[in-house]
């Protein structure tokens, strides 16, 4: 009897190392950071199991030859911002965020503008994704929808408080949204970052 309470107790503490150890290993690899390479207009990550579960599990970038994945430079700095990738230009020297925004400000004049939408939406935990061939900056899909397992629900068109939209802008804008069957939504941007949403819906009289 004894022989057997010990063995038992022996499994538990056991057990209970085993556990640990997972759990420091999930932590350890919930805490990996990615290595990526500013590429003229993309940012390409290294080719790792970490870099694919940016992928996997909320859609950031899209899976290139080679298995590694490629970023728009939206995602790039959302994620640099988190502190989930680190950026190296082509002679391995790293980026900071000052920098990466002044390389991407050049390359997208209206980066800032877009990016504040993205990160709002992002951090609301939705996925947000460029929706160019349907003519409009982002599409959005439902919380918890992934691209593939259904449509995106909303375009959006990112402005600035200051900026002005004519008729002609606006309709276009509401044929697109129509044409391909989603909400139309204007983010607003102000001069601090913030942005307040406007959701368009046709309507017969």
């Not at 556990?19 to 290595?35: L, S």
């Not at 790792?48 to 080679?66: C, P, T």
């Amino acid at each position: 009897m004894r022989k057997s309470k010990l063995s038992k107790q022996k499994k538990k503490k056991t057990s209970k190392k085993e556990d640990k150890k997972e759990e420091i290993a999930q932590k350890t690899h919930k805490r990996e950071v990615v290595k990526a390479f500013f590429i003229k207009e993309r940012v390409i990550t290294e080719l790792s199991d970490a870099a694919r579960e940016l992928y996997n599990h909320s859609r950031y970038g899209s899976i290139i030859e080679g298995g590694n994945v490629r970023l728009s430079l939206l995602e790039s700095f959302f994620l640099l911002e988190k502190g989930k990738i680190t950026i190296f230009d082509g002679r391995n020297k790293k980026i900071s965020n000052e920098l990466f925004i002044r390389k991407a400000k050049k390359l997208e004049p209206k980066f800032w503008i877009r990016y504040c939408v993205f990160r709002d939406f992002r951090n609301r935990g939705y996925i947000i994704k460029t929706a160019l061939k349907f003519g409009a900056d982002f599409r959005v899909y439902e919380r918890g929808v992934k691209p593939g397992e259904d449509h995106a629900k909303w375009i959006i068109y990112p402005v600035h408080e200051a900026s002005t939209l004519t008729w002609h802008e606006f309709s276009a804008k509401n044929r697109v949204a129509h044409s391909t069957k989603k909400r139309l939504m204007i983010g607003v941007v102000d001069d601090e970052g913030d942005v307040t949403y406007y959701e368009i819906r046709w309507m017969r009289p």
